[in-house]
């Protein structure tokens, strides 16, 4: 399985960005995706993920109404949509697909995902 993310940048605070994950390799509307972020000297942490069939959402509570996430089952591709960045939002960004095939609930933790991309750098400036 081959995840390619992409959409990061330099934005500045208050400001949008819209990240996108592209998946090859195996089936993708059959597992759930989530994305993950790192800070410099933090540890890689859960942002949001969402359900194989796209119906159940879950976002940390630092990014709850700001990031939404969603998925294109056609195009294998999930996006993350964040609006009103902030500075403690600058991190690499990671997307990860579920280890789990049509798993019942939606994966947040890092164990269960088993494939994850290169990840790509959201830098927000004030």
């Known amino acids: 399985v081959q995840l390619q993310a992409s959409g990061g940048g330099l934005v500045q605070a208050g400001g949008s960005l819209r990240l996108s994950c592209a998946a090859s390799g195996r089936t993708f509307s059959g597992y759930g995706m989530g994305w993950f972020r790192q800070a410099p000297g933090k540890e890689r942490e859960f942002v949001a993920a969402?359900?194989?069939?796209?119906?159940?959402?879950y976002y940390a509570d630092s990014v709850k109404g700001r990031f939404t996430i969603s998925r294109d089952n056609a195009k294998n591709t999930v996006y993350l949509e964040m609006n009103s960045l902030k500075l403690e939002d600058t991190a690499v960004y990671y997307c990860?697909?579920?280890?789990?095939?049509?798993?019942?609930?939606?994966?947040?933790?890092?164990?269960?995902?088993?494939?994850w991309g290169q990840g790509t750098l959201v830098t927000v400036s004030s």
């Open positions: 969402i359900s194989w069939s796209g119906s159940s959402t």
């Open positions: 990860a697909a579920d280890s789990l095939y049509h798993r019942v609930y939606v994966p947040r933790q890092r164990r269960e995902y088993a494939y």
